[in-house]
């Protein structure tokens, strides 16, 4: 077996699907096997992929045993001389997982790689390659010097946003969205550390791959990443999830060697939490104000345009995607070709939404596709619809 794909749901069975589909196709003339572990949704994702995806492998936990621990249950199962360990909520092209299989064929040093993750609009996601968070390089970050001078090598460390993001390139840390891992490697220096529930287990993983005497590397093999509300940066669960890695990180590896910046790193870390959490409250605040009536409000209400979708696709699922956005309250426009949108058209829209059928779209093509857009300054989400689910998928909802 030369792959074993590793995805840890948690209700998100829309996204699971589509991202199964994407993986069905890029696993395409490859020795390759699926694994599926789900942490106990109440959403019956499994029932529902099994629907489309027979040929899965799948582990139903009757609890949520966090991101880790279910992750090493599949390893340990899977046979795949290399193991990919894939987010639900992305889209992988049809060529990223051979891309990355020939890269870690003929990299022997190669312990593990990365590959080029897009944010929702096209965007460039900075997660795609990082430094690791020594003492330094996090207090560059929290401080935002990291985000004042991304291109520093010194201060820009964390994102590592001085290398070319279209060429292959040494990293330190992978993330976990996407982590495509040496089996021979995973003997050597163990399985994910289940001390972390969610979060900071990716960048454990790959300190652990440098120590081991392996590299990690950047691969520009493409796929979107929709980053659910467990990533949401305002989420309380993220920040209660991700400065917990964090501390938990730090203290394993680092306590020893920087005890009189022990105490400093903890303050730094639980203060940028408290920010959060206050940043997540105004937040609401805001939301509420926004909601109460115009009498009770003083400042004037604004008068919103409905949300737009642009529309990629045939006749007969254009039809049934206005009938979908009618019902959701969305306006709905049909386009022929993404590269021909107008700037005044996608100035009026929310969401670029494809037809990801077969004989309609590559996953690719949607991918880049959505790149162009927003190289062109067009702020659009993408969404994408079934013909097979008749499910229209957003960043934020799914509707059917």
């Not at 880790?68 to 639900?88: F, H, K, M, T």
């Not at 990629?312 to 386009?335: F, H, P, Y």
């Not at 993404?338 to 779209?361: G, N, P, R």
Request: proline fraction near 2%; charge should be negative; include cysteine.
């Amino acid at each position: 077996m030369k792959l074993s794909v590793v995805i840890v749901n948690y209700n998100v069975k829309h996204f699971l699907v589509q991202c199964l589909d994407s993986v069905h196709r890029a696993i395409a003339g490859m020795e390759a096997d699926v694994w599926v572990i789900d942490n106990a949704s109440s959403d019956d994702s499994i029932d529902y992929a099994r629907r489309f995806f027979p040929n899965v492998h799948y582990v139903e936990n009757k609890e949520n045993v966090g991101f880790a621990c279910a992750n090493n249950q599949a390893i340990r199962a899977s046979e795949g001389e290399y193991v990919l360990l894939l987010n639900p909520d992305t889209i992988v092209g049809e060529t990223t997982l051979h891309t990355c299989v020939d890269f870690l064929d003929s990299h022997p040093e190669a312990g593990a790689t990365g590959a080029c993750m897009l944010n929702r609009d096209g965007s460039f996601a900075r997660e795609s390659r990082r430094g690791l968070p020594t003492p330094l390089t996090a207090f560059y970050k929290m401080s935002g010097l990291c985000s004042l001078m991304p291109k520093s090598h010194r201060f820009g460390k964390y994102y590592m946003g001085y290398l070319n993001r279209d060429e292959a390139n040494q990293i330190e840390v992978i993330s976990g969205a996407f982590m495509m891992i040496r089996r021979t490697t995973l003997d050597a220096i163990g399985l994910l550390d289940e001390d972390y529930f969610m979060y900071g287990e990716d960048i454990d993983l790959s300190y652990r791959i440098l120590q081991g005497g392996w590299q990690n590397w950047y691969v520009p093999a493409t796929l979107l990443h929709y980053k659910g509300e467990s990533t949401q940066k305002t989420s309380a669960r993220y920040v209660h999830n991700f400065y917990n890695a964090m501390l938990i990180f730090f203290d394993k590896h680092f306590r020893q060697r920087y005890r009189l910046a022990a105490l400093l790193i903890r303050l730094a870390v639980y203060g940028r939490g408290a920010i959060a959490l206050v940043y997540q409250m105004l937040r609401r605040c805001h939301k509420l104000l926004k909601s109460i009536p115009q009498h009770l409000n003083s400042a004037k209400p604004s008068e919103s345009a409905a949300e737009r979708l642009l529309f990629v696709g045939t006749d007969d699922a254009w039809m049934n995607v206005k009938s979908i956005c009618q019902k959701a309250g969305l306006e709905a426009q049909r386009i022929e070709d993404c590269t021909l949108i107008s700037d005044e058209v996608a100035a009026q829209a929310l969401y670029l939404a494809f037809q990801t059928d077969a004989e309609s779209h590559l996953y690719e093509e949607v991918l880049r596709c959505m790149q162009t857009c927003h190289k062109r300054g067009m702020q659009l989400n993408i969404g994408t619809y079934s013909t097979v689910t008749h499910t229209l998928i957003l960043p934020n909802d799914t509707f059917s």
